[in-house]
């Protein structure tokens, strides 16, 4: 019988300026859950920066960002590309751009 690797989860609050978020991380991936899509955000090595992912409802991976510095700037970056999405899926709109 095969063995099979236990998932690492920890649930994690940071927040700036006196804003408290929870946020699980999973194998090193900060993981929320920001108006029903979910947010990644992860450390590059290749690109020396932080890397957010997000992915809709569905689990479909709807964008990956370019690398920044401070992570919590790939935050901003992520809710600001999720309000943006459904801001151009509320108009009915096929096609965005960032």
């Known amino acids: 019988m ?3 690797d236990a998932l690492l989860v920890k649930r994690v609050s940071r927040g700036s300026r006196g ?3 929870d ?3 999973v194998h090193g ?3 929320e859950q ?3 899509y979910e947010i990644k955000v992860y450390w590059s090595s290749i690109e ?3 890397i957010f ?3 809709s409802k569905d689990g479909e991976g709807i964008m990956e960002s370019v690398p920044y510095f401070y992570e919590e700037n790939a935050w901003m970056g992520a809710r600001e590309t999720v309000d943006r999405y459904i801001e151009v899926k509320e108009r009915g709109l096929d096609r965005w751009t960032i």
Do not use: A, N, S
């Open 2 to 4: 095969g063995t099979v």
């Open 19 to 21: 804003i408290q978020r």
């Open 23 to 25: 946020f699980r991380e």
């Open 29 to 31: 991936e900060m993981i």
């Open 34 to 36: 920001y108006k029903g």
């Open 48 to 50: 020396k920066g932080y």
């Open 53 to 55: 992912c997000v992915f």
